[in-house]
Structure formats: C-alpha cells, structure tokens
C-alpha cells in the first residue's frame, strides 16, 4: 500500500492529524519504566498502547536510540516491530535525517525501508536529486525532505537571499520540478507563513510539520497554513509535549481536539 493511502485511510479513522514521536530520553523516564530490561521499548510501548486511536502516524527519532548504542536500536527494532504487529494501519516515518553521495544513500535507503521496514524517511535535499534517487526508487513509500526545519536558528542559512527569495524556497521551486510523487514535505509549524507559501507550491504533497508541542507553535496558524484542500495533508508531530506529560492520552487528545477545530 503506498504511504499516501495509508496516512489518508489512519487520517480518517481516527479523525487525527496528530503524529507522535517516539524520542525515549533516558534522563526523563519514569522510574518504574527504568527498571525493566528494555526501558526504551516499554515506554514507548505505553505511550503507543495510549494513544494509537488518537494519531495519524508514530515517528521515532533514530538519534534517541543510537545514543544508546546497539541495546538502543535493539529496542528500536522492538518497536517498529510491536507497531506492525499490533497497529499495522498506523504509519511509521523513521525521523533519521539521512543525506550523502548516491552510493552511500542507497545503503542509507537500503538501511531505511529493507531492515527498519519504515513506511517514511526524513532526508536533506540539499546534495542534489542524485542522492535522493535511491529513496524514491522506493515508489510505496514517502521521502521526506526538510525544506524549512523548526529551531530558531533555521533562519541562519536556509532564509539567506538568493536571487531575491530566501533559500529555502529557491530549494523548492527547484524541486517542484522533480515529479517525484512520493516526495513529502518538512516546514516548521513554528513558521506558519512558509507553512503558508510551501503548501501554495506543493498543494497536493504529505507534509510533515512540528513545533506544536514543546516549541510552542501557533496552533490556528500552523493547521491553517499547512493543510491541504481536503483539510487533511499533514502530519503534525509532537513529541516531548505528550510523551512526559502527566497523563500522556489526555495530552494527545488535547492536542488532536486543537488541531481538528481549525481544519
């Protein structure tokens, strides 16, 4: 199943744009969740068992995971694999970043969609469509390419005037031309006017979008900017926001309930 009927069939089940992301930090988990063998696995597993009802997508943060070392990414493994199992109609975009020459990428896609079994990625477009060919051979699944990031200092670099537009839409307007039709788009919810102009550029593209959570993006603006023509088209990720909230369901349904008054 390609990942834009998958994300529009779990979009309208569970009436959610809501994406969260699992980012297991050591230094945060319960008490009670470090005693078991597998801490990452079990809370994630709490978190997902919570809330899969609420959601469009899980997105993992492979960094949580790898800083952690072989027993980390075991337990990543575990739960893609508890995903599938249990939630197969849910969505996984492995948030890992990935960009190199065309060689290294396609064992980074290899990597991405063979052994992790992801249904998307997140890539950076700024090495060329050679390094991006090896991901969108793979037709059934969604690349998702970071355009406007979220952090403060995204302006730093991908705001820079070229050709009398910042960078970041020079970036787009060249991949526009690309045709690719699993190629999704990553803009910050905390910049709901390129949220805005990319989705005016990209009006039928999966966009992928945070910043609604613990980095306090405007709600109404950012669901306004960034859905599509069907009020759907997006996933809007929050991660800290629910997972260390007191009650994790009661945050992502909040949040779900925010999100879908301004669709």
Wanted: charged fraction near 25%; glycine fraction near 4%.
């Amino acid at each position: 199943m390609k990942f834009q009927q998958k994300l529009n069939n779990i979009i309208k089940k569970n009436n959610s744009l809501l994406c969260v992301g699992l980012d297991p930090d050591w230094d945060k988990l319960p008490k009670n969740i470090l005693k078991n063998s597998d801490p990452f696995f079990e809370f994630n597993k709490s978190i997902i068992d919570s809330t899969y009802d609420l959601v469009c997508a899980y997105k993992p943060n492979i960094a949580f995971y790898e800083a952690c070392g072989i027993d980390g990414l075991k337990q990543l493994k575990q739960t893609i694999e508890y995903l599938q199992l249990n939630y197969p109609k849910i969505p996984i975009v492995l948030d890992a970043k990935r960009a190199d020459i065309g060689n290294t990428a396609k064992m980074y896609a290899k990597s991405i969609f063979e052994y992790w079994n992801a249904d998307a990625v997140t890539v950076y477009p700024n090495l060329g469509l050679d390094s991006l060919i090896p991901f969108l051979q793979y037709r059934d699944k969604l690349i998702i390419l970071l355009i406007k990031t979220s952090n403060p200092d995204s302006s730093m670099f991908q705001n820079i005037i070229v050709d009398n537009e910042p960078f970041y839409l020079k970036l787009a307007r060249k991949i526009k031309t690309w045709k690719h039709p699993n190629i999704g788009i990553f803009v910050g919810a905390t910049y709901p006017k390129e949220l805005e102009d990319l989705r005016k550029l990209f009006p039928d593209s999966i966009f992928l979008s945070a910043g609604l959570g613990a980095q306090s993006a405007e709600i109404e603006k950012a669901v306004k900017a960034g859905i599509d023509k069907t009020k759907s088209g997006i996933m809007f990720n929050a991660s800290r926001s629910i997972l260390y909230a007191k009650d994790p369901r009661k945050e992502a349904k909040k949040l779900k309930e925010e999100i879908n008054k301004y669709r």
